[in-house]
């Protein structure tokens, strides 16, 4: 079936560098996309999202890309800080076939990022 | 704190036992969500609510699942004979219902059940 999958498990920064999480979805459905933080032992954060009539979109430190043309999304975090460190899900959004008003929100299965002092 | 609450955080239960969670969603909220997550995956949906009404459920919700809302506010997932393999981490969302709301979930701390 169609999928929300991500390039690389865990990517490892240097505090101070910038870090780009990628992730790849194949719904073409999909309208509605959103990034989520989730640090050990806590449930999922928003951290931005983007409508697919957009191409990019900046938040504080934050930048979500989207190329619609092969299905890519990306996180760019800039100025990476240890407080970044987490596992970040990206999460496709479409209405549930049987319109019952729910969104359906379908996750990868994440990037483990891990920032270095 | 008006976030999403979830109890218990932690519940470990052996083999065959019946085991409960509740949310409380943010109060203006009329959608409600439960998700499940295991290790190093993301969260899968199981069922959803529009105020006391159960609209969806999914696949992965066995007939030892039950969850309700009964008054529209906060929600139970039961698991009846728990298994080894309902250990998860169940996770609670909340979202509110108006014009031109996105699809921003708002989910809380979670309730990590271990079945032994």
């Known amino acids: 079936g169609e999928s929300v999958g991500l390039h690389l498990p865990t990517l490892s920064v240097q505090e101070g560098d910038n870090s780009i999480i990628n992730c790849a979805y194949s719904?073409?459905?999909?309208?509605?996309f959103i990034w989520y933080k989730q640090e050990s032992g806590k449930g999922p954060q928003f951290i931005i999202d983007?409508?697919?009539?957009?191409d990019k979109r900046q938040g504080q430190r934050v930048t979500v890309l989207l190329n619609k043309t092969v299905k890519h999304l990306s996180l760019q975090i800039a100025a990476t800080q240890p407080g970044d460190s987490a596992v970040y899900f990206c999460?496709?959004?479409?209405?549930?076939?049987?319109?019952?008003?729910?969104?359906?929100?379908?996750f990868g299965s994440g990037t483990r990022l891990q920032v270095q002092p | 704190d008006t976030g999403v609450s979830q109890n218990p955080r932690h519940k470990i239960t052996k083999r065959g036992q019946n085991v409960t969670f509740r949310c409380d969603p943010i109060?203006?909220?009329?959608?409600l969500y439960w998700y499940r997550q295991t290790l190093g995956q993301g969260p899968e949906f199981l069922t959803y609510?529009?105020?006391?009404?159960?609209?969806?459920k999914s696949r992965l919700l066995s007939d030892r699942f039950s969850a309700e809302r009964p008054k529209g506010s906060f929600s139970t997932l039961e698991i009846q004979r728990t298994e080894q393999g309902d250990s998860a981490m169940y996770l609670c969302?909340?979202?509110?219902?108006?014009?031109?709301?996105?699809?921003?979930?708002?989910f809380g701390e979670g309730s990590r059940l271990t079945v032994l």
């Open positions: 969302a909340s979202s509110p219902t108006r014009q031109g709301t996105t699809g921003e979930l708002f």
């Open positions: 999460a496709e959004n479409t209405r549930s076939p049987r319109d019952t008003g729910r969104r359906a929100l379908t």
């Open positions: 983007i409508r697919s009539n957009m």
């Open positions: 719904n073409s459905a999909s309208d509605y």
């Open positions: 609510f529009q105020n006391e009404a159960q609209l969806e």
């Open positions: 109060s203006e909220h009329n959608r």
